[in-house]
């Protein structure tokens, strides 16, 4: 079974709103740190990565902070993306990523992809008019 499964993608107009959702099966989200990552068209990897390392300490890339919030609800074991104003360059496929918290890590590593070891399938974002 996957671990992680989005869902919520779709196409919509340039500042409108979209809710990304992604159930984590089998997975304490207490004990992990968990992000949403992008890979727009034509990218060798991807990038803009949104991250909560607790309940309460997040991160936001410069090109989303303002328009986007990530939140977990711990009773569904569930991990939200809340998209606001979306533009055209939030275009992508959008996943959602699990890695269990580690000490010997720096708060900076989590900004990358590597630390995390459940990924879902991921779901399709286009914003167009």
């Known amino acids: 079974q996957v671990p992680l499964v989005e869902s919520g993608g779709g196409l919509v107009q340039p500042g409108g709103s979209l809710r990304l959702s992604c159930v984590a099966s089998?997975?304490?989200?207490?004990?992990?740190?968990l992000g949403w990552f992008r890979q727009a068209p034509g990218k060798e990897r991807a990038a803009t990565p949104c991250?909560?390392?607790?309940?309460?300490?997040?991160y936001y890339a410069d090109s989303v902070k303002g328009r986007f919030t990530i939140s977990r609800d711990f009773a569904k074991n569930t991990v939200y993306l809340q998209m606001n104003n979306l533009k055209p360059e939030d275009t992508a496929v959008y996943f959602c990523?699990?890695?269990?918290?580690?000490?010997?890590?720096?708060?900076?590593?989590?900004?990358?992809?590597?630390?995390?070891?459940?990924w879902g399938q991921g779901t399709q974002v286009t914003v167009s008019s």
């Open positions: 991250i909560s390392s607790s309940e309460y300490s997040k």
């Open positions: 089998g997975l304490d989200l207490m004990h992990y740190a």
């Open positions: 990523a699990a890695g269990i918290l580690n000490p010997q890590l720096a708060y900076t590593d989590y900004l990358q992809t590597n630390p995390y070891t459940y």
